[in-house]
């Protein structure tokens, strides 16, 4: 069983920028950040392979969010730059068991999520 835990959400004005993280007590092959608002399904934001680096994103936030890792720390980050108020989401941490074959993008792929972080972007 992995444990995940985020922190760094808050609100934030437009063109704004905000910093999570996401502590992991065991590692896993990859891990992702996903946003969610109400009435909406989990979105996929971004993916990092933990051994490799490699990354994904999707493209609603290419070029604004950056993701990253500390594997000494087992740690990933999500630097989010030029803020808009439509990311306003809750946004979970997660991690699993992810192959190239994979969705990173869909939730059924990853086993363990966290419990969310708010983020408010306010126009």
């Known amino acids: 069983q992995v444990q995940l835990v985020e922190s760094g959400g808050g609100s934030v004005q437009a063109g704004g920028s905000l910093k999570l993280a996401c502590v992991a007590s065991?590692?896993?092959?990859?891990r992702a950040w996903f946003r969610q608002t109400p009435g909406n399904e989990r979105e996929g934001v971004a993916r990092?392979?933990?051994?490799?680096?490699?990354?994904a994103y999707a493209d609603s936030v290419k070029g604004r969010f950056t993701i990253s890792q500390n594997n000494a720390k087992n740690t990933i980050y999500l630097q989010m730059d030029s803020l808009k108020p439509e990311d306003t989401a809750i946004y979970y941490c997660?991690?699993?068991?992810?192959?190239?074959?994979?969705?990173?993008?869909?939730?059924?792929?990853?086993?363990?999520w966290g419990q969310g972080t708010q983020v408010t972007v306010s126009s």
């Open positions: 997660a991690a699993g068991t992810v192959t190239l074959y994979d969705s990173w993008y869909s939730p059924q792929t990853y086993r363990y």
């Open positions: 065991g590692y896993t092959t990859a």
């Open positions: 990092i392979y933990s051994g490799s680096g490699n990354t």
